[in-house]
């Protein structure tokens, strides 16, 4: 439950809370409280709630009391809890009538006891196989991979029995999606063939919020949930199995039971057919499945006899909550022509604007925003890259997740802190938390000395927005200068793009008005997205993204000083483009850069969009990579010097073609030239003719083409020829 609440209920109520235990899904709660004394009560009064009652499921009453009595005793005596279990724990044999191992062999993979050869459905690239909890696993892309089994006749007849086990690995990324512009817990499914229409069938579920259950139909139509208490981790391995015996249903997580029903009747397991990956409704936008399952599935199986407990702990071995490499393998994109290959970008899917770099341990640390269900903006994470120099990037854990009351929509842009006073010299995250209804702004911390895992402070930052700016209040940034902390957050004020100024005083941030106002909408849009603002010798950048201005997208900068006052003060008014003139606008081009400055160099990354429709993204399996990384300096005249970052050398290899003190007359073959990462060095004179070179053609004889026109004195990149995949 959400820290800030619990601490109002102890203010409002003169308690302190010991426990609490919850399920959302069957508003199930429990609690235990020490009132302390008050005038009419001049003791302390230990309380121990409880209330339970599960819509349309079976209640377990008894259970959950038993359970209860033994957390609450457990508290209070310092010792483990002794779970409640209500199953003989003697091991049983059986027969196994449904077995997926998840190997690929191209496109498909197999049920072993139908034989089935079963195409896996993947849009992008060719289902992907990676290391599972046995041998090779299938990693679902998150918007279109699942498999359908048609469960044969012998199947059906074998599993019409009170005698069964479900079981199988799993390792999320996200949870799913189910809903793009409104953040509530609906259930979707792992594997199962639940029919509710039919009332039949049975299905283990995850939540677009994390919490998981068994689902099973009976033969007089009521469906048996049993719900676990907790949440499923992500990024890690899961095993989960549900076993049915005569009298109980079980759900067993990570090798231990987390909840189990008592029941009467038939189990009706239904003809429906067995879906991996998906529940069998269909819920699409963009094209994209919302409901699929976003990570690796491995090991399905179905066997007739309830597991005892101890079997089902072997089965789980070591394996459990160990962590996953959920990336990609780069191999899987080949045929994307166009997809970066020195880029820093996530493996997949969608992603947006870079929120800061650190450097921590020998490695730089890039944040980003990040949907890993699908190549479409929603429910954002922050992802999370790494290079050891800028060049080479590998993708992490993802950072930060929406799981709190007050992120559950999104974890939308921010930067990093490293401040003093506030953090401690440790580099902290400070991002942008949207519930369905507002935004507000959060820290989070480094919960080791990896820097790959963070924790959310249990405090606002920022918790609503001064009056007078526009409700799009979003994008902090942290700079220091004077020996003061401050905060500034992107808005609109008067209709023109601002960031929103805030101090630290010790304890909390204060308003002090603005840190930068634009001059008109015209030139600084509406909005100013993701602002920085940096020191620069004896002058301070600021750059922003104006959303809105008459020119279209675009990122600007201005050169000036902060007073005292933590206020901003341009030399000149007039904002200057990042970009070349040319291509800074609408969008293109290097957009919301991140800066840091590391070893003497000031060095910027920011998003650049590839301007596609979703239909492509959804096509590719990706959208939106980010700029080589660049060096930044301001000269004499206040401009902004830029040139590529100088490790970019350690991308070269062996030269493989040099020509030198020639004459060029038509086209010249370069048949020694091959691959997709070529760098290309070239000094030459010109005629009144195009000058320049083809590269990446394709089977068409169609490519890339790069020259120099001297009639419009315009260095040309002609993409026009070449598709996206």
Not at 196 to 202: E, Q
Not at 414 to 425: E, W
Not at 651 to 672: A, I, P, W
Request: charged share 20%; glycine share 8%.
């Amino acid at each position: 439950l959400d820290k800030r609440r619990l601490t109002d209920f102890e203010q409002d109520w003169n308690c302190t809370v010991l426990a609490v235990w919850g399920q959302v899904l069957d508003a199930c709660a429990s609690g235990l409280i020490i009132f302390n004394p008050t005038n009419e009560f001049k003791g302390q009064i230990i309380s121990c709630g409880f209330a339970a009652y599960q819509w349309g499921c079976n209640n377990n009453m008894i259970g959950h009391i038993k359970q209860l009595s033994a957390n609450a005793l457990s508290l209070l005596t310092g010792e483990e809890p002794e779970l409640y279990i209500p199953v003989d724990t003697t091991a049983t044999t059986g027969q196994r009538v449904f077995y997926m191992n998840m190997e690929l062999d191209g496109k498909y993979t197999k049920e072993q006891f139908s034989d089935q050869s079963l195409r896996v459905l993947c849009t992008a690239t060719d289902p992907v196989s990676v290391d599972g909890a046995v041998g090779k696993a299938i990693r679902t892309d998150g918007y279109s991979t699942y498999i359908t089994v048609n469960l044969s006749e012998e199947q059906i007849q074998s599993m019409d029995t009170n005698a069964l086990t479900f079981s199988l690995w799993c390792a999320p990324q996200t949870y799913p999606m189910m809903q793009l512009d409104y953040a509530q817990n609906v259930m979707s499914t792992i594997a199962g063939n639940l029919d509710n229409n039919k009332k039949t069938g049975m299905a283990l579920r995850l939540s677009s919020q994390g919490d998981f259950c068994f689902d099973v139909y009976l033969s007089d139509g009521q469906r048996i949930c049993v719900p676990a208490i907790q949440k499923m981790p992500r990024g890690v391995w899961n095993h989960l199995a549900a076993t049915i015996s005569d009298q109980y249903i079980c759900l067993y997580h990570n090798g231990k039971i987390v909840n189990y029903t008592e029941y009467t009747g038939q189990i009706a397991i239904g003809t429906a057919s067995m879906i991996v990956g998906k529940p069998n409704e269909i819920q699409q936008e963009y094209g994209c499945h919302i409901n699929t399952f976003n990570g690796i599935l491995d090991e399905i199986a179905i066997d007739t006899y309830a597991w005892s407990p101890n079997q089902v702990a072997q089965t789980v071995g070591e394996l459990a909550g160990k962590e996953v490499d959920l990336s990609i393998p780069f191999e899987y994109f080949k045929d994307n022509i166009l997809r970066p290959h020195f880029h820093g970008m996530p493996s997949s899917n969608w992603s947006n604007e870079t929120h800061g770099i650190a450097y921590e341990n020998g490695k730089y640390h890039v944040f980003f925003q990040k949907n890993g269900n699908g190549p479409y903006m929603s429910r954002l994470h922050w992802g999370h890259i790494t290079s050891t120099d800028l060049c080479e990037w590998k993708e992490e854990t993802i950072a930060l997740y929406p799981e709190k009351s007050y992120d559950i929509k999104g974890c939308w842009s921010g930067a990093i802190i490293n401040d003093p006073d506030i953090t401690q010299g440790e580099n902290w995250l400070v991002y942008t938390a949207v519930d369905n209804y507002r935004a507000s702004m959060q820290f989070a911390r480094p919960t080791d000395s990896t820097y790959m895992h963070f924790e959310k402070m249990p405090t606002y930052a920022i918790a609503g927005i001064p009056s007078g700016y526009s409700s799009d209040f979003r994008d902090p940034y942290y700079f220091r200068c004077n020996d003061k902390a401050y905060l500034m957050v992107g808005s609109s004020k008067g209709g023109i793009g601002c960031t929103v100024l805030f101090e630290w005083n010790g304890s909390k941030w204060i308003h002090k008005g603005e840190c930068f106002v634009g001059r008109s909408k015209s030139e600084c849009g509406e909005f100013f997205e993701m602002a920085n603002i940096t020191p620069m010798g004896d002058k301070w950048l600021f750059t922003a993204t104006p959303l809105g201005p008459s020119v279209g997208v675009r990122n600007l900068y201005w050169v000036g000083q902060v007073n005292e006052n933590g206020k901003f003060i341009p030399d000149n008014p007039v904002p200057k483009t990042v970009e070349f003139s040319g291509f800074a606008k609408d969008g293109y081009g290097l957009l919301s850069p991140s800066i840091i400055q590391h070893e003497g160099k000031t060095i910027a990354m920011g998003i650049v969009p590839d301007k596609l429709p979703t239909s492509d993204n959804r096509q590719m399996g990706w959208a939106h990579s980010y700029s080589l990384p660049r060096e930044w300096s301001i000269d004499a005249n206040g401009e902004l010097v830029q040139k590529p970052f100088s490790g970019l050398v350690s991308y070269r290899s062996d030269t493989v073609l040099v020509k030198e003190n020639f004459n060029q007359d038509g086209v010249m073959s370069l048949d020694s030239v091959s691959g997709r990462g070529l760098e290309v060095c070239a000094e030459f004179t010109v005629s009144e003719h195009i000058t320049g070179f083809e590269l990446l053609r394709n089977r068409y004889g169609k490519g890339v083409k790069i020259y120099f026109d001297p009639m419009e004195q315009n260095i040309v990149v002609d993409m026009t020829a070449v598709t996206r995949k």
